[in-house]
């Protein structure tokens, strides 16, 4: 798959990452041309600077990894990492309101929405389909679409499994055509990835995605 770059946030979230280890991120994703580079808020000035004019969304995570702060909070990091330069925020929604039964994860979603598109951004959803069933993961996909989402994601890395294909076949099925849909956790071969896309996925999220480029020009060759 020859545009393959062009699904692919090539992401670096772990706990232990360094300087050195986000220059990599960046210098790879610009020889690789990347559709975007997903890090930590603490590095987003530091990537701004670096992709310059690139074409390559500038990616960060609102909430992470579990959801738990109140909505002022979320609503704060986001307003900041607007301001230093962010393109696309991955908000991490608020799963003990949703389990409790409670409206507040579309109110909260609806407000960050808000300030994502009045200045010109992209807002994914985080829903953890991990800890979803089926009827709940439909569920969740209309509360984001509703709310004025512009992707659903599946997955923070965090839960005990990621993306899983037959997920992204029931989030697709659920959707609108005008909200995409981010497949991350676990894609780390370029069959799986290419599986996920087949089954409606828009974006690709992995720290993997160097490694699946590599993959596809073994195949070329």
């Not at 579309?106 to 991990?130: D, F």
């Not at 512009?150 to 997955?155: F, G, I, L, P």
């Not at 999220?205 to 590599?214: I, N």
Request: glycine share 8%; aromatic share 6%.
């Amino acid at each position: 798959m020859k545009n393959l770059n062009r699904f692919l946030e090539s992401t670096l979230l772990k706990p232990t990452m360094t300087g050195s280890d986000v220059d990599v991120l960046v210098r790879d994703a610009i020889q690789e041309q990347f559709v975007g580079v997903c890090v930590p808020s603490f590095w987003v000035k530091k990537v701004k600077r670096e992709l310059q004019q690139e074409d390559i969304q500038l990616v960060t995570v609102i909430g992470f990894p579990f959801g738990f702060e109140d909505t002022a909070s979320k609503l704060a990091q986001t307003q900041e990492a607007i301001r230093q330069g962010a393109d696309e925020l991955d908000l991490v929604w608020s799963q003990t309101a949703f389990h409790s039964g409670m409206n507040w994860p579309k109110i909260e979603i609806s407000q960050i929405a808000k300030i994502c598109h009045e200045e010109e951004r992209i807002l994914k959803v985080i829903i953890e389909t991990a800890y979803l069933s089926p009827e709940q993961i439909r569920e969740a996909c209309l509360i984001c679409q509703d709310a004025g989402a512009d992707y659903v994601k599946t997955s923070t890395g965090y839960a005990p499994t990621g993306a899983k294909t037959e997920d992204i076949k029931l989030m697709r099925s659920t959707l609108g055509s005008g909200v995409g849909i981010k497949a991350s956790g676990g894609i780390k071969t370029l069959d799986f990835a290419l599986e996920l896309i087949a089954a409606g996925a828009d974006r690709i999220g992995t720290s993997s995605a160097l490694g699946l480029m590599k993959e596809v020009r073994a195949r070329e060759s």
